[in-house]
């Protein structure tokens, strides 16, 4: 498997798993298990160990650093509020949130066209797609310019 295919599938599973949880509550690793166990059903019984290995370290960020998550989300709405939006959105952009601010990844780019890749099979609405990626790149160009601020205080 090339590097990175790996989180691409994780990122649907978590996906999937954000987006259950949210809506039905419960234990989020029981939620993520749940959808572990179906993709490997729909993969003739396998899934490949990088794949679970990242759903499993994103979806323990995630739930660490869930408030976290939501409040750098809210400050980039703009007159929205998180608790307004739709499930699907609400769980695509805490994916995303995470990965661009908490995950230790080489390729953040790489989460903006897994995360769009996402809204498209999920949402067919080309509005809704443009706001993620609105919220999304808010977030990346403000964590950007903090670790600028901060490496230049470092000097």
Aim: hydrophobic letters at 35%.
């Amino acid at each position: 498997m090339k590097t990175g295919k790996h989180r691409k599938k994780a990122r649907e599973i978590l996906f999937k798993t954000l987006y259950s949880y949210d809506l039905n509550g419960g234990n989020l690793k029981d939620t993520l298990q749940y959808y572990i166990e179906d993709f490997k059903k729909s993969n003739n019984g396998k899934i490949d160990q990088k794949v679970l290995e990242y759903s499993y370290s994103i979806a323990e960020g995630i739930e660490k650093h869930l408030d976290e998550i939501d409040q750098l989300i809210e400050t980039h709405l703009h007159g929205w509020r998180l608790k307004r939006l739709g499930y699907p959105e609400r769980a695509l952009l805490r994916l995303g949130a995470y990965e661009l601010a908490f995950a230790d990844i080489p390729d953040k780019g790489r989460v903006f066209i897994d995360i769009l890749d996402l809204a498209k099979c999920y949402l067919t609405d080309e509005e809704a797609l443009k706001f993620i990626n609105g919220v999304l790149s808010g977030i990346y160009k403000d964590i950007t310019r903090e670790k600028e601020f901060i490496t230049k205080e470092e000097k």
